[in-house]
């Protein structure tokens, strides 16, 4: 009795996903999105720094990182630009939608609550005629 109590518990585990497993299928949309980000995030660095040099260099000017003319200061500028048009509209529509509510859409809560409502009914009626038969 005890080895098939050990067997059991041992094909438990083998049925249970690792960590990473688990993690991917939890979180793979916040994984994707933010490996999206910051690939983006560093080719966006990367590729301002170069036109940035050629702009510098077009004018006669030495490139710098930081300084009033520095590149720190043309980055920033083109990230929040950047970011207003496309990060931002996208994470506040994923994040505010969670908890926020725009009766009717499908991306809302209340939509959640509804149907988490419908069901608690539909498993009350389902009790009360399981009870019914059962008498």
């Known amino acids: 009795?005890?080895?098939?109590?050990?067997?059991?518990?041992?094909?438990e585990k083998r049925e249970q996903p690792s960590r990473l497993a688990?993690?991917?299928r939890d979180y793979s949309l916040s994984i994707v999105v933010g490996v999206m980000f910051v690939v983006s995030?560093?080719?966006?660095?990367?590729?301002?720094?170069?036109?940035?040099?050629?702009?510098?260099?077009s004018q006669g000017q030495t490139p710098t990182v930081f300084g009033d003319s520095g590149y720190v200061i043309y980055w920033a500028e083109w990230t929040f630009q950047n970011w207003q048009s496309e990060f931002l509209e996208v994470f506040?529509?994923?994040?505010?939608?969670?908890?926020?509510?725009?009766?009717g859409s499908h991306e809302s809560k209340d939509?959640?609550?509804?149907?988490?409502?419908?069901?608690a009914r539909i498993e009350k009626r389902?009790?009360?005629?399981?009870?019914?038969?059962d008498k």
Request: aromatic share 10%; proline share 0%; charged share 20%.
């Open 1 to 11: 009795m005890a080895t098939h109590a050990a067997a059991r518990r041992a094909n």
């Open 22 to 24: 688990q993690l991917w």
């Open 41 to 57: 995030f560093v080719l966006h660095t990367i590729f301002g720094w170069l036109q940035y040099v050629a702009d510098q260099t």
């Open 92 to 103: 506040i529509l994923i994040v505010l939608t969670a908890f926020l509510v725009h009766k």
């Open 111 to 119: 939509g959640e609550d509804e149907m988490k409502a419908s069901l």
């Open 126 to 133: 389902l009790d009360g005629i399981e009870k019914a038969r």
